[in-house]
């Protein structure tokens, strides 16, 4: 207020502006926060999507890698049926506890070398909160 009771007009906008900054502000916060959320969630689709295929490709693998063995196993015992049956069907079995253990040791390996899960929305909120923390 002016001198006299006169209301000053310059006073009316700044308390005007006070709120229409705050919710520029705000809208700012709410518009970061979607993107981060988007961010996150298309990352967790695209782990989901990378577990899926993989697990399809580890059974078909493992399908086709069974078959084959059994295949292999029973005409390693057949063409050594007649000499030395239980030595063969004893290597056949010491082959299939390695080829298990190789691969169990492969599993643990890649669930190792695996991307750190949310990656880069951890990164860009980081990056937020150090912007956030210059003056």
Known sequence: MAL?????????????AAPSSVRAA????????ETRARLAANELEEQALRILEVMVWAAAALFFFSIALVMLSLFVVLVF???NR???AGLVAFFFLAGGTVSALMVRSGLAARPKFLAATLAELHKDREQAARP
Request: glycine share 8%; hydrophobic share 50%.
């Open 4 to 16: 006299g009771g006169v209301p000053d007009p310059s006073a009316s906008v700044q308390d005007a």
């Open 26 to 33: 705000l809208r700012s916060l709410l518009a970061l926060a």
């Open 81 to 83: 049926w007649d000499s």
């Open 86 to 88: 239980l030595l063969a």
